[in-house]
């Protein structure tokens, strides 16, 4: 049972503009969300997270915006940079409830265009 | 490095044998967890472990499967006899195990082979 689903398996931008990264989720005792950025042949690496109390969080480039009610959640790239081409997961858990662990998505390919 | 760490970072293994995963988690984090990322998959939760307290093992298979994070000492996942499905890349993450902050600091993975 996928609870996190990211539909776009891959994302091609050019140089310079803006990325956007798209996750649905269906439990809605979900309450913290991460994304997660993955080179090949290492771990995930943390980006940016959002509680379920707000509705946007910003951290320079990245920028990510939840919609309770549509049980959604987008990331931000501005501007993308060739180093950003990388596999992204979505994240979420339940966490207030003491249900720490995390549900992924199965990840978006984002190829970077010079 | 004060980050997760995990040996071996590769593994290879023939069918019916023990494979014995270490993973000691960022300094000061008493939360692990463990993951499993099959070939064109995102990763999957297995078990989340405190010191000497397996919290929830839901996404561990009944059989074969079993980890530990002692008092002292890294936490260990062990698969054992291993079949060629066991083949996937295991990854473990900490973290402080705080109400609204569950960010999970991830280690390089273990890639399993089975042959």
């Known amino acids: 049972d996928q609870q996190v689903k990211q539909n776009s398996p891959s994302l091609s931008v050019q140089e310079g503009r803006i990325s956007i990264l798209n996750c649905d989720y269906t439990n809605s005792m979900f309450d913290y969300f991460l994304w997660y950025k993955k080179y090949p042949a290492e771990g995930p690496t943390f980006l940016i997270s959002i509680s379920s109390i707000k509705d946007k969080n910003e951290d320079g480039r990245f920028t990510v915006f939840l919609n309770k009610s549509a049980k959604h959640l987008s990331l931000h790239i501005v501007p993308s940079q060739p180093g950003d081409s990388a596999v992204y997961f979505c994240a979420a858990s339940g966490s207030s409830r003491g249900d720490y662990k995390l549900s992924f998505g199965a990840g978006t390919t984002v190829t970077v265009r010079a | 490095n004060a980050g997760v760490m995990q040996n071996p970072r590769h593994l290879v293994r023939r069918r019916g044998q023990e494979a014995r995963l270490r993973c000691s988690p960022v300094?000061?984090?008493?939360?692990v967890y463990w993951y499993r990322q099959l070939p064109e998959e995102g990763l999957k939760f297995m078990v989340y472990l405190q010191k000497e307290n397996i919290i929830d093992e839901s996404g561990m298979p009944k059989e074969r499967f079993s980890a530990e994070f002692p008092k002292e000492g890294p936490s260990i996942l062990r698969i054992q006899q291993v079949v060629r499905g066991d083949s996937a890349a295991y990854f473990c993450a900490s973290s402080r195990g705080l109400a609204g902050d569950n960010e999970q600091f991830f280690g390089p993975g273990t890639r399993l082979t089975v042959l």
């Open positions: 300094k000061g984090h008493s939360h």
